[in-house]
DNA sequence: TTGAAAGCGTTACCAC
DNA sequence: GTGGTAACGCTTTCAA
């Protein structure tokens, strides 16, 4: 009576043989219904649950790899982006994707102890986000394969863009727009955000307004910029960490009468669907591009652990659409 | 050689027993390098993997429930924004969540199979689809629970909303708001969008102009958006089937100079995120609603098969926003 | 219709 | 350090 309820337990309790336990479990159709019957309230009265590991291994079934992929599901239509082409890559690739949902470090951690100490996986993806030199030494002892996605990592193939250029190339873009004097939106502590924040100061300069939002949202995209507004009324052209801040810094601006692009331009960073729409000005980065890279490294590493896996630089990309001023007519620029 | 290696066949090989061969594979410290390095050979040799069924019965770990959810990932955000709230609940309850990706009718019975054929799961997630008796049964017999969502099934718990009634008051509003000749964008076969236009037909009449879109994208809503005014210039309001839709209606009506509300009005269908920023008018569902609900019933009915899960039918509501006629201030009205 | 017993592929304990 | 050898919990013949 120490661990969950085994066959053992139905049958001693139903009075019959283990293997009329099985037979009832699976349907079996030659089962007299009132030995049946007794079975299944035996199972009833124990909250008997099969084992499934002893299921599969006693039938034989595929071994199908598992691959487990960390992602901040959050506000931020991101994570879904690179979830969609990872699981139709893994689903090609005849691999099980078991989407864990880390919305903070602790859940992460937490996460990472049972996946290594369950063997829960075949495989690790971890989009928006790192894992220390201890951690990634225990995957490789434990010969599970770790790919990261948005978030670069020592010792792990990772497909990123390079953050800092990438806004660096949105302030050189205000700054042919016209802009003179602008600032900067930051999202929070993640990697990505604070990199971003790098390339603003690398290239506005370290006088340059910064104001990090709470929340990467819309809502803490609005407060930051109500704040940046407050203290600097001057401010002729903003970039922000996201898409969500740039929309609340937009909404915050119509709110307060400042026209875009005429008063202020904005420009925002993701490029995510219907921003063509609202006509926000962004940073494009290949989400998508993230999800089927993720699939195909970590594929190609379940099936050969000594596989040759790539790290890759995404290209960005400026779209230029109606909350910065217009060149000629709105086009594409290139990144880097 | 029949199957795939096990650790008898890496032992041989290596000329080693079992247990040091398990001993490598778990990185145990007393282990003799040359010793290590020979069973590695072999595994890479042999391409051997071990299995997990049999590591985590030996190991001894916990029965982790685990449960499929399948969703068409699409284009659309509904899925993902049902999904969130699911992987949370799920997380919460101590089980896992598989993600299928189901982009077509082929997939969801291949995958089906799967599930039932491997027994790869102890609960099932249906999100927008639904499945056969023959189905239903086989996974009644197999003891594996099985909830619906955003889709009615018979003798299945599942969380839905009225979309006949949806569309009918969509329409009503249209209505009050001065239209006169309403038409209707259709999605696709998919019971909902089905559903929706049957409610259209029945409020509107079955005079009024109905167009199917080819997909329930933004591409398809224009598409359909520019036939159904090549066919009907005199059109005042379009109820559509989908926000995504919704949103490329409008834009086919703004490339061809057709102001919105005033010389037409749009109705889209979900409420996504950013439509309030586009000013979209939308019936507004409750997509995170849908997951909580799918999270907690699944793990109800995996704890205790017998416990009694209700169906529910879910609010829903229109938003008016920008793109229909304002009665006095824009406000939420409320549904049935 | 049912029970006994032989695996399924690992892990882990116990000797050597 | 390393090799036997019991488990682990279930499915599946094979007889009865």
Same mark, same amino acid.
């Given at each position: 009576?120490?661990?969950?309820?085994?066959?053992?337990?139905?049958?001693?309790?139903?009075?019959?043989?283990?293997?009329?336990?099985?037979?009832?479990?699976?349907?079996?159709? $030659?089962?007299?219904?009132?030995?049946?019957?007794?079975?299944?309230?035996?199972?009833?009265?124990?909250?008997?649950?099969?084992?499934?590991?002893?299921?599969?291994?006693?039938?034989?079934?595929?071994?199908?790899?598992?691959?487990?992929?960390?992602?901040?599901?959050?506000?931020?239509?991101?994570?879904?982006?690179?979830?969609?082409?990872?699981?139709?890559?893994?689903?090609?690739?005849?691999?099980?994707?078991?989407?864990?949902?880390?919305?903070?470090?602790?859940?992460?951690?937490?996460?990472?102890? $049972?996946?290594?100490?369950? $063997?829960?996986?075949?495989?690790?993806?971890?989009?928006?986000?790192?894992?220390?030199?201890?951690?990634?030494?225990?995957?490789?002892?434990?010969?599970?394969?770790?790919?990261?996605?948005?978030?670069?990592?020592?010792?792990?193939?990772?497909?990123?863009?390079?953050?800092?250029?990438?806004?660096?190339?949105?302030?050189?873009?205000?700054?042919?727009?016209?802009?003179?004097?602008?600032?900067?939106?930051?999202?929070?502590?993640?990697?990505?955000?604070?990199?971003?924040?790098?390339?603003?100061?690398?290239?506005?300069?370290?006088?340059?307004?910064?104001?990090?939002?709470?929340?990467?949202?819309?809502?803490?995209?609005?407060?930051?910029?109500?704040?940046?507004?407050?203290?600097?009324?001057?401010?002729?052209?903003?970039?922000?960490?996201?898409?969500?801040?740039?929309?609340?810094?937009?909404?915050?601006?119509?709110?307060?009468?400042?026209?875009?692009?005429?008063?202020?331009?904005?420009?925002?960073?993701?490029?995510?669907?219907?921003?063509?729409?609202?006509?926000?000005?962004?940073?494009?980065?290949?989400?998508?591009?993230?999800?089927?890279?993720?699939?195909?490294?970590?594929?190609?590493?379940?099936?050969?652990?000594?596989?040759?896996?790539?790290?890759?630089?995404?290209?960005?990309?400026?779209?230029?659409?109606?909350?910065?001023?217009?060149?000629?007519?709105?086009?594409?620029?290139?990144? $880097?």
């Amino acid at each position: 009576m120490s661990g969950d309820p085994t066959i053992y337990d139905i049958a001693a309790r139903a009075g019959v043989g283990i293997a009329t336990v099985s037979r009832v479990l699976n349907a079996h159709p $030659r089962v007299k219904v009132e030995t049946r019957d007794a079975v299944l309230k035996a199972c009833a009265d124990l909250g008997f649950r099969p084992n499934r590991a002893a299921r599969r291994l006693a039938a034989g079934g595929p071994n199908r790899p598992r691959v487990a992929a960390l992602a901040p599901l959050f506000a931020t239509a991101f994570a879904y982006g690179v979830t969609r082409p990872l699981a139709a890559g893994l689903a090609a690739a005849g691999i099980d994707l078991v989407l864990y949902d880390i919305p903070d470090r602790e859940t992460k951690q937490r996460t990472l102890d $049972r996946l290594l100490g369950e $063997r829960a996986c075949e495989g690790l993806v971890l989009c928006s986000m790192g894992i220390g030199p201890e951690r990634a030494a225990q995957f490789a002892a434990a010969r599970i394969p770790v790919v990261a996605v948005d978030h670069p990592c020592d010792g792990l193939p990772a497909a990123t863009i390079d953050n800092r250029a990438a806004m660096r190339l949105a302030v050189e873009v205000l700054r042919e727009r016209g802009a003179r004097r602008i600032a900067h939106l930051a999202g929070g502590d993640a990697l990505a955000y604070r990199e971003r924040r790098a390339g603003f100061v690398a290239a506005a300069g370290a006088a340059a307004p910064v104001v990090p939002a709470e929340t990467p949202t819309r809502e803490g995209g609005a407060a930051a910029c109500g704040i940046l507004l407050d203290a600097h009324p001057d401010i002729d052209a903003i970039a922000c960490a996201s898409d969500a801040i740039a929309v609340g810094a937009l909404e915050e601006c119509r709110r307060r009468g400042l026209a875009a692009p005429d008063r202020i331009q904005i420009m925002g960073f993701d490029d995510q669907p219907f921003m063509d729409v609202i006509g926000l000005s962004t940073v494009r980065q290949p989400v998508a591009g993230f999800g089927a890279w993720a699939a195909q490294a970590v594929a190609a590493l379940c099936a050969d652990p000594g596989a040759a896996v790539t790290p890759v630089l995404l290209p960005v990309s400026v779209v230029e659409r109606q909350t910065t001023r217009t060149p000629a007519a709105p086009s594409r620029r290139r990144g $880097r």
